[in-house]
């Protein structure tokens, strides 16, 4: 499979950068700290912005005790974070002013998990603090668009989650899923992870080829 597309926009965590195991550490230690499920809070929290799963689970009157202590847990374990197959790869390849991440993660999150993988990010990154509506919204995927000048309808959106795909289609975007999670709609495509993308002749018409190689 080949596309041309103006722009790509990637969501981070599961499709750039490996953090599972400490974002299950992480909605475990805040589980018992408050007394919920962890199970729930690691299926509702995937791909969506932290403040805003546990303002669904725990009381108004501690919910910024809540954020703050998952935030300081997440920024403890990110230095293990690593790297999705074939991400730097396809990063290096990309053309410059073509490409951002969008992420549910907070600023300085990202940042820490982006150092810990080896990950250099573009400037116009868009992260969680940035925006007044989180994914599944389409606000986050609509920002990273405009930032690179480019309609999200002429944009192609890498995701791993249900709620990160349902945001990148509201906005209009061509969606990849990466992984086997199912989800409710059929993206224009599955990856199991990046090493199945490749850049194609990127200078050649001022757009981006990507090639989806045999397993994906």
Not at 138 to 155: F, I, K, M, N
């Amino acid at each position: 499979m080949l596309i041309e597309i103006g722009a790509v926009l990637f969501d981070n965590d599961g499709v750039l950068v490996d953090s599972h195991a400490q974002v299950v550490e992480g909605w475990h230690d805040i589980a018992a700290a408050f007394g919920l499920d962890a199970t729930t809070l690691i299926d509702e929290g995937c791909g969506v912005r932290s403040i805003d799963t546990l303002r669904r689970f725990v009381p108004a009157d501690r919910l910024d005790e809540a954020v703050e202590l998952h935030e300081k847990l997440e920024l403890e374990s990110a230095a293990e974070t690593g790297t999705i197959p074939g991400a730097a790869e396809l990063l290096t390849d990309l053309p410059d002013g073509r490409w951002t991440i969008v992420t549910s993660a907070t600023r300085g999150l990202a940042a820490a998990r982006w150092a810990g993988a080896g990950i250099t990010p573009p400037p116009q990154v868009v992260t969680a603090d940035e925006v007044t509506n989180g994914k599944p919204d389409p606000e986050p995927y609509l920002l990273g668009a405009e930032r690179l000048g480019v309609p999200a309808s002429d944009c192609v959106v890498f995701e791993d989650s249900p709620f990160g795909g349902e945001a990148a289609r509201t906005a209009g975007a061509h969606v990849v899923a990466v992984g086997d999670e199912p989800w409710p709609f059929e993206p224009l495509t599955r990856v199991p992870d990046l090493t199945h993308v490749r850049v194609v002749d990127p200078a050649a018409s001022g757009r981006v080829a990507l090639r989806f190689t045999p397993g994906g």
